[in-house]
């Protein structure tokens, strides 16, 4: 009896050459719409659906597919008598191969032209229901979604006289329940949005894998990157890569890290990042000015560090890059005078990113043992809270600048956590520290005699008043922190003593 295999597809990449080979191999195809004409077009001779299942297509294509003459002859199981009696009184013949892929989804909502209606209209019924059906019965029927795998099931079948082995079979069915999985969830996630739902009883979200990577965070630690659909186009896993090695898991955290602070900042910002911390903020006139200054922020830890800049990078700063060792630079475009320079070293990886698109920032997710955490993105700006003043004195208009620059920057630094900044650039970072002074302690250390006439900003308020003493000793001479403390006003007197101003936003900024 001759295999049949049953043709329909949206991705029409490779159909037509892998259905021709199994034509060669006295296999039938029966096929619908777009993809029946596009292999008629080719001279396939093609069964029309219409043929097997006696029964005309409907309802703008809606039911098709669905019909007993198809689903029985993907179900029924070959070993079990009943079923092949049960197909043999209903005249319904066995299909054995099924290639299938579903309508586009994703995008159709990509579309910005698209509407609520035509995102329902692409949603596959009959799709799914084939790949479902087929997949179940994989011991006898081989289901095939991604094109990427032509090419290894025609060689098999030719190695082995036109037979799949199980475990091909078996790898097949579970890459189509993901393929399914994956759309469905896709939906579920569109229509969770578009109905306002912020906490849905079940997290249901699908990643495709951009690339594998050659370990995690230590060499014994296997590890692959996966981007999300429709996710954030600001985003390291929407970047492109121009030059360089490879990224790496270390890499990719600190990129988006990096990508984190450089988002808050309008004027040319660069940001360096080290172990996922910032160790220098610069903002400048221009991005050559804020390079150096974010290098002159801290010129130890920047070596082998992450590199964003929100603008373009020009040939005059990437000569100052050139002249030491960092892994990535990220910005919205390289010069072609600076891509002469900079690839020139061989393993500097160069990405650019999109940073115009006002697509909100995503919810965070942290997986932890057994489950995981959703959150919205900490995307709050100094112009959202409502600032408070309880010092005697009030910051100047300059003291005011680098105040909110140093809040900035402290919301991306691991709590608990404390920036210096002066002159439009950090000179300190006290970051994930087990209390509070002994982060300021850090930062005040790294800053040196540049502590003086600088401010501190805190990611949260101080338990008690021996920061703010510790900032006065330094020279500091403003602070900007949550307040809430049950000791504030002990914190408030020691400002005052010293004549520092300090300033309350009222929300804090956590990062763990």
């Known amino acids: 009896m001759k295999k049949r295999a049953l043709v329909s597809v949206s991705d029409k990449r490779g159909i037509v050459s892998f259905v021709q080979k199994l034509e060669e191999m006295d296999v039938e195809v029966i096929s619908t719409g777009g993809t029946k004409r596009e292999l008629e077009k080719a001279g396939v001779n093609v069964i029309g659906i219409e043929e097997v299942t006696g029964f005309p297509e409907m309802m703008d294509g809606r039911v098709k597919t669905l019909h007993p003459n ?87 079948l030719k190695d082995s006289n036109g037979e799949l082995s199980v475990e091909r079979k078996r790898k097949l069915a579970a890459k189509a329940f993901r393929h399914t999985a994956a759309y469905d969830a896709l939906i ?84 360096a990042i080290k172990h996922m911390n910032p160790c220098g903020v610069g903002i400048g006139a221009t991005i050559f000015d804020a390079f150096t200054k974010a290098y002159e922020a801290d010129t130890t830890s920047i070596f082998g560090g992450v590199i964003a800049c929100n603008q373009e990078v020009d040939k005059e700063t990437a000569l100052k890059m050139k002249e030491i060792f960092l892994e990535i630079v990220i910005a919205p475009s390289f010069s072609e005078e600076a891509l002469a320079v900079l690839t020139e070293k061989k393993n500097i990886r160069l990405l650019t990113v999109d940073l115009e698109s006002n697509q909100p920032v995503e919810q965070r997710i942290t997986t932890v043992s057994g489950g995981a955490l959703v959150q919205e993105t900490d995307t709050l700006s100094y112009e959202d809270v ?25 919301k991306h630094v691991k709590s608990n956590a404390i920036v210096l900044a002066k002159a439009d650039q950090t000179i300190g970072v006290g970051a994930g520290q087990m209390n509070r002074v002994g982060a300021a302690k850090i930062a005040i250390e790294q800053a040196g005699d540049r502590a003086k006439d600088a401010v501190m900003a805190s990611d949260a308020f101080f338990p008690m008043s021996d920061t703010v003493e510790a900032a006065a000793k330094a020279g500091i001479k403003a602070i900007i922190q949550p307040g809430g403390s049950k000791r504030d006003q002990e914190s408030i007197d020691m400002a005052n003593e010293y004549g520092i101003t300090m300033v309350f936003t009222g929300v804090r900024h956590f990062k763990h």
């Open 188 to 271: 579920g996630e569109y229509l969770t949005k578009q109905v306002g739902e912020e906490a849905p009883e079940k997290l249901t979200i699908t990643y495709n894998r951009k690339q594998m990577l050659r370990y995690g965070e230590n060499p014994h630690q296997q590890a692959a990157f996966y981007e999300r659909p429709l996710g954030n186009p600001t985003s390291i896993a929407r970047s492109t890569q121009l030059h360089g090695k490879e990224l790496s898991y270390n890499n990719i955290n600190d990129a988006d890290a990096a990508l984190a602070v450089i988002r808050d900042f309008e004027g040319p910002t660069v940001a």
């Open 386 to 410: 409502e600032v408070t003043i309880p010092t005697t004195r009030k910051p100047s208009d300059s003291e005011l600048e680098q105040i909110k620059m140093a809040w900035k920057v402290v």
């Open 70 to 156: 198809i689903h029985g002859g993907l179900l029924g199981v070959r070993e079990n008598t009943e079923h092949m009696e049960a197909l043999k009184e209903q005249g319904i013949g066995l299909i054995d191969f099924v290639i299938v892929n579903l309508y586009p989804f994703q995008s159709t909502i990509e579309n910005p032209a698209s509407t609520f209606d035509d995102a329902i209209e692409n949603i596959d019924i009959g799709g799914p229901s084939m790949i479902r059906s087929a997949a179940k019965n994989h011991n006898d029927v081989a289901i095939i979604v991604d094109a990427e795998d032509y090419d290894v099931v025609l060689q098999e």
